[in-house]
């Protein structure tokens, strides 16, 4: 059985509309307003850290090209393996 973290209860201002819409999408999938919130942050947490890498993943590559050989050893070895592919 998982054990349950301890929360702390914060306040924080939302606009009358948002509120609504909320209050009845999180009574639509059967969730408390609550639950709804934490997964809506654990979603934008989630959305930043992956947007985050991919732009370390691009500074990386910008930094370091990836050497022409590699990118036709790639395309050499795909199209061998598509060959071989029943359509």
Not at 40 to 57: F, G, I, M, N
Request: some cysteine; aromatic content about 6%; hydrophobic content about 40%.
């Amino acid at each position: 059985m998982a054990r349950s973290r301890a929360k702390k209860i914060i306040q924080v201002p939302i606009e009358d509309d948002l509120l609504e819409r909320i209050d009845e999408t999180a009574g639509m999938v059967a969730e408390s307003r609550a639950a709804f919130i934490r997964e809506a942050c654990r979603q934008r947490l989630k959305s930043l850290k992956a947007r985050e890498l991919e732009r370390r993943y691009t500074e990386g590559y910008r930094k370091k090209p990836e050497d022409t050989e590699w990118g036709e050893m790639g395309l050499k070895l795909l199209a061998a393996r598509l060959a071989r592919e029943k359509w």
